[in-house]
């Protein structure tokens, strides 16, 4: 499906149903009328981790988790699915990427982030295939005002830089940033480097007094960056030497209707060197290219929203050059030259029975992928239902299920490769992943009071799992059943203008047919964040507790109990300068982030200041 196939749906249905306002996910524009999915924003002013990424903004969510090695390239999961399994857009342009780690924002700085959402749970039927855990979005920062702001680390003596600058029409942000090795708190080396550039350009204008017109870019460079894990860095050391991002959409927007036309463009290297034995530098190249278009109306009185979607991966090429110290040999190697191509169609309509709001859709995808002589396809149909009862003002309970899809991705079809893990081996045969998933929750808010807790249980079927071949290999197969399943509660309470606090718990579990425990699924977890505001200060609290994790999956390794704790303070100076000083760690403590077998411990103690400057 072109862009342009679907321009002439613009000019029907001109009535308008109600004034949408236009986000980077498609899940949250006219909550109101269409979704019953948790969706939750978040921007820089509640972070008092590192900032380092994005991920940082979410990690109080009782959903979210951190996953994987660590170091800028953080991956992340949601309700125990990680890597592919989590739709990642940024401007609304899917980030589809060849890290087996899954597809992280890390190359984009926060500071030219406007905000992040969250939206929990299946999302097949608006995202397509990946989105069976959920989907976080991503919408760049325009800044109007002339800005500046600066900040500085101690312990691994990173450092930023941000320039911006706009109007009511045009805004444009440059960004640098830089990071030294970093220190544990037993004052040992954490290889987490880096060095990256980044710029963002925004363009809006109103045509006709009746669209909104939008152009986007942001682009990044990154260069050195080490890969975090607790291999002897000595004997093997992993890094990205480069990393290359261009990101570019266009947007119209009617009364009704949106359409977006998107490119990103992706060239990054990993390195891998084993001293005194060989090298590996393999390089991934590809072009996503695409558009999106929905679009409100009435269809026999029911307020209804369809869309189309195409996404083509173009010139996917994955090479690697091994360099032999001991033979003193060269050798070149194609391990993917491929595409892939998605069409996708979707309808959702709501309606109401008595009290009980209703809200059922269905979508249909064509996926088709190929990789020098071997090629996959196929088509697959997904769907949502969900009911929402309020018993009152103070009362609401909502009930969804929904299935959802992965297809499996290029490299876990095709790479046959060194990465920093060791080598990976693709297999062809392996079948898409679905998944069926069903949620219950309730809400209730009472004056500054609110409380919510979900249960929620996804099966999966042909889940992809990573495993061991032996020390030194993995490969993927299909598991034939899998479920998970968890519960979560947050709560929050302005206990006045000056102070508030709020609480998140999460708890998980994940077993395959064999009751083997699946990879990925977080401990349970306690987070406690208090705000105060005291004239021209502020102060932000986080204090987080971790359970003992002792059932742990393939690739895994069992972790302590921990309590933790983070501390920002804002100093509003006047009107254009704010101050700011925050301590992550506080307690400084040796713990490791997640449960993977080569992650390292977090960093030590560590002091951050900064300085923001925005004229008014």
């Known amino acids: ?99 087996r780690a899954g597809n992280s924002a890390s190359f984009i700085d926060p500071a030219l982030v406007k905000n992040v959402s969250l939206l929990v749970g299946p999302s ?119 990393d290359i991002h261009s990101l570019a959409d266009i947007s119209l927007t009617g009364l009704t209707w949106h359409l977006n036309i998107f490119n990103h463009y992706q060239n990054w290297d990993s390195k891998v060197t084993r001293n005194e034995k060989r ?50 040999e060269i050798s070149n190697n194609t391990l993917i030259d491929g595409h892939y191509h998605n069409l996708g169609t979707y309808i959702q309509g709501k309606f109401s029975i008595q009290d009980i709001e209703l809200n059922l859709g269905t979508r249909y995808d064509l996926i088709e992928t190929k990789n020098l002589t071997h090629s996959k396809d196929e088509q697959h149909i997904s769907g949502n239902f969900s ?3 309020p018993f009152n003002s103070q009362h609401t309970s909502t009930f969804t299920v ?31 992943e679905q998944s069926l998933s069903y949620e219950l929750t309730h809400k209730i808010k009472i004056n500054n009071y609110t409380l919510q807790g979900s249960y929620f249980r996804t099966n999966l079927s042909d889940y992809i799992e990573r495993v061991r071949i032996n020390d030194n290999t993995r490969t993927y197969i299909n598991l034939d059943e899998a479920t998970i399943s968890g519960f979560e509660l947050s709560a929050s309470i302005a206990v006045s203008k000056m102070l508030s606090h709020s609480l998140t718990y999460s708890t998980q579990n994940g077993e395959d047919q064999s009751g083997n425990h699946l990879s990925d699924i977080s401990p349970s977890k306690l987070s406690i964040v208090s705000k105060m505001n005291l004239g021209d200060y502020e102060v932000i609290t986080d204090i987080f507790y971790r359970s003992e994790h002792k059932e742990f999956g393939s690739g895994e390794s069992a972790l302590p109990s921990l309590v933790s704790a983070n501390i920002k303070a804002n100093w509003f100076i006047n009107e254009e300068l704010t101050g700011t000083i925050g301590v992550t760690n506080l307690f400084n403590k040796l713990y490791k982030t997640t449960a993977d077998e080569d992650a390292p411990y977090a960093n030590e103690r560590r002091i951050k200041i900064g300085i923001k400057w925005q004229r008014i």
Do not use: C
């Open 1 to 99: 499906m072109t862009p342009f196939a679907i321009l002439p749906l613009l000019l029907s249905g001109t009535e308008q149903i109600e004034q949408i306002e236009v986000r980077a996910a498609r899940d949250l524009l006219n909550s109101d009328n269409f979704n019953h999915a948790q969706a939750i924003f978040m921007s820089s002013e509640h972070v008092t981790s590192a900032n380092n990424t994005v991920a940082d903004w979410l990690t109080n969510m009782p959903s979210f988790s951190l996953n994987g090695q660590g170091g800028l390239y953080q991956s992340y999961s949601i309700r125990g699915l990680s890597r592919w399994r989590i739709r990642t857009n940024v401007n609304g342009i899917p980030i589809m990427t060849d890290r």
């Open 124 to 242: 097949s039927l608006l995202y397509g295939s990946g989105a069976i855990a959920g989907v976080v979005s991503i919408e760049s920062e325009t800044y109007q005002p002339p800005t500046f702001s600066s900040t500085a680390t101690d312990s691994d003596q990173s450092y930023s830089l941000l320039a911006a600058n706009g109007n009511d029409k045009t805004s444009f942000a440059i960004s640098h940033r830089a990071a030294n090795e970093g220190k544990d708190a037993n004052g040992e080396t954490i290889y987490s480097a880096y060095e990256q550039s980044s710029i963002g350009l925004n363009y809006k204008t109103q045509l006709n007094q009746q669209y909104e017109f939008k152009v986007r870019l942001l682009g990044s460079l990154s260069n050195d960056v080490q890969k975090s894990s607790n291999d002897d860095f000595s004997k093997k050391a992993s890094i990205y030497p480069n």
């Open 279 to 328: 090298e590996n530098l393999t390089s991934y190249q590809s072009h996503t290219l695409g558009s999106s278009f929905y679009k409100e109306s009435m269809l026999a009185s029911i307020p209804t929203r369809f869309g189309f979607d195409w996404v083509s991966r173009s010139g996917v090429k994955i090479t690697d050059k091994e360099t032999d110290f001991l033979n003193d």
């Open 387 to 389: 009911a929402r009862y």
């Open 402 to 432: 929904g299935s959802a899809f992965r297809f499996p991705t290029l490299t876990e079809l095709y790479f046959n490769g060194v990465t920093p893990r060791g080598n990976t081996l693709g297999n062809k045969n392996l079948k898409t």
